[in-house]
């Protein structure tokens, strides 16, 4: 459960793309998202590549609107590869799990 002090990074992945958004439940809206569709220069790299840019994307727009520790929902996803990947890309970029 995501709130306006601490929002919930969600992750959502496909056979070949990877989504992520930093929402707040009580209000119920997105604050900012990312995915591999919208981060140019992805069409050639490696998908746990792809993902690793993802998360430095979105960790740099949260960062941008002012936030700073997120609480990881992986959706059920096991947590490695991409989704581990996403997570390790935000981490690096300054997002605080």
């Known amino acids: 459960m995501g709130t306006p002090e ?3 990074l969600s992750i959502y992945r496909s ?3 990877i ?9 119920g809206r997105t604050i900012v ?3 591999s569709l919208a981060v140019k220069g992805l069409d050639t790299m490696k998908k746990v590549d792809q993902a690793k840019a993802v998360g430095k ?3 740099e727009r949260a960062l941008a ?5 997120v609480v990881f929902d992986r959706g059920g ?3 490695h590869g991409r989704v ?7 981490r690096e970029a300054g997002l605080k799990f």
């Open 57 to 59: 994307t979105v960790a």
């Open 77 to 79: 996803y096991l947590y």
């Open 19 to 27: 989504y992520a958004q930093v929402i707040n439940d009580l209000d």
């Open 15 to 17: 056979n070949n793309e």
């Open 84 to 90: 581990k990947s996403l997570a390790e890309g935000a």
């Open 6 to 8: 601490t929002p919930r």
């Open 33 to 35: 998202a990312a995915s």
């Open 65 to 69: 609107a002012g936030i700073s520790s």
